[in-house]
């Protein structure tokens, strides 16, 4: 049997949400007449028009806790309306990743997670929900930032997002939403010197630019300090030089560093410390389910660990 696809989307109150469904539901893309079934998890300012949603074969139900939201609860919704697509207006507040795992019914898939975030608003919340923040963007495909300006640190809202969410888009909207065009972030680094020179606070923000910008890096050869990891699966000449990183708080501590082949990797022990010079190629790993940055050790200096561990990505 066919899948019914569920867009799931999330953001906080006040987000845009009910604007961007409106947007959605009624573009030709989406208003063909397909049963479509939506679900309310959350009323903010904005509201739907019920008899215009009825007209595209759209109906809306309203869901008041997210205890109602289980397998069974939605089972029955799709017998009762046997929808051929399901939209979820989610509470950002509610667990995401707890939806996606334990209420989709079998026959239901989640094919996108979109994340809307007020930009007006966003470093209020980035400093006292940066975890609840962590979570939704851990899942979601796509994050659109809208209400922004240009005089707000829109590099910085990405860096935020990026850190936990390497592989996810974002989108950055005005108060008339229109785009804005964010231009790639200037390294504090000198790209263009023989061997380029990572420092310890900086490292954060060379790990999340090698990922996006390979023509900044590729052939290109790199220094910084790390720490030995030697995963069990590795090729015996690989090893990952890297630094424990903080993406939201305390509690949310992981290593993060690229794959570096080299001929003296039997030489290394876990957790020693190194200045690492390596060439920089873009190669298939599948460690990374992709292509990424892997590194070509051309020396290798065993040092004193730092001073401080962890990295950020401010």
Not at 14 to 19: A, N, P, R, V
Not at 144 to 162: E, G, H, P
Request: proline fraction near 4%; charged fraction near 30%; hydrophobic fraction near 35%.
């Amino acid at each position: 049997m066919m899948e019914v696809p569920v867009y799931l989307i999330t953001g906080f109150l006040e987000s845009g949400k009910t604007t961007f469904l409106k947007d959605v539901l009624s573009s030709p893309d989406f208003a063909t007449g397909e049963k479509t079934l939506l679900l309310l998890c959350e009323e903010g300012e904005v509201e739907y028009d019920e008899k215009e949603l009825s007209r595209h074969n759209i109906e809306i139900l309203t869901v008041d806790s997210e205890e109602e939201l289980t397998v069974s609860y939605l089972e029955q919704c799709h017998k009762i309306y046997k929808p051929k697509r399901v939209f979820v207006e989610f509470n950002g507040m509610w667990d995401a990743k707890k939806f996606a795992e334990t209420a989709i019914p079998p026959r239901w898939e989640i094919v996108q997670i979109i994340t809307l975030v007020d930009g007006s608003t966003y470093e209020m919340y980035l400093n006292n929900m940066r975890s609840i923040l962590s979570n939704i963007f851990s899942l979601t495909e796509l994050v659109i930032f809208n209400r922004c300006s240009r005089d707000m640190d829109l590099q910085k809202y990405r860096r935020s997002v990026k850190s936990v969410n390497q592989g996810v888009m974002l989108a950055f909207e005005d108060e008339k939403g229109e785009q804005i065009e964010l231009g790639k972030d200037q390294p504090p680094y000198d790209l263009n010197a023989e061997i380029i020179d990572i420092s310890d606070e900086d490292f954060g923000l060379w790990y999340l630019d090698a990922m996006d910008s390979p023509e900044r890096y590729d052939h290109k050869v790199v220094r910084f300090t790390g720490k030995v990891m030697k995963p069990r699966k590795f090729p015996e000449d690989c090893f990952v030089p890297g630094r424990n990183a903080m993406t939201c708080c305390a509690d949310d501590i992981r290593f993060i560093g690229y794959i570096c082949h080299s001929k003296h990797t039997g030489k290394l022990s876990d957790r020693m410390w190194l200045q690492v010079t390596a060439e920089v190629h873009y190669e298939y790993a599948k460690q990374y389910g992709g292509e990424g940055p892997v590194l070509y050790a051309k020396h290798l200096k065993s040092i004193d660990a730092p001073a401080e561990d962890l990295v950020y990505f401010n």
